[in-house]
């Protein structure tokens, strides 16, 4: 069974993976046009110019290679993943809060219980006599 701990772990895990891959997309345009670029003079200003776009696809490529994902994973498949360990963790929480109303109940008759018969020792204590 999983835990807390477990689910949340793997969900940041998807959650980097998902931002990785949002922004190796949105600069997917950018490598592009400065492949198609012929001039190293022209690639130089280029990537001057779009210093911004270059880092934050190096970054999510640099991620990916460290985490060694060779094959970008869809975002609906990530997205999915995340849900069903959304639904899990949920899932976990509920029995938690269940388990955890019925310890309290326990204790609340434990509780009465205990005050009952002390009560009553201190009545049968009263009844002898000295």
Known sequence: MATFKHINSKNARYS??????????ETKDVRKEYKALKTAKARAE???????????SNAAAK???????????????????????TSEKNTLYKDYREKQSRVKDL??????????????????HELIPS
Do not use: C
């Open 16 to 25: 980097d993976a998902e931002k990785q891959l949002l922004t190796y997309w």
């Open 46 to 56: 280029y990537a001057q110019a779009h210093e911004r776009e270059f880092m934050l």
């Open 63 to 85: 991620y990916f290679k460290d985490h060694g994902i060779t094959k970008l994973p869809s975002t609906k498949a990530l997205q999915a993943e995340i849900q069903q360990l």
């Open 107 to 124: 204790e609340t008759v434990k509780s009465n219980l205990e005050a009952m018969l002390g009560h009553t020792k201190e009545k049968h």
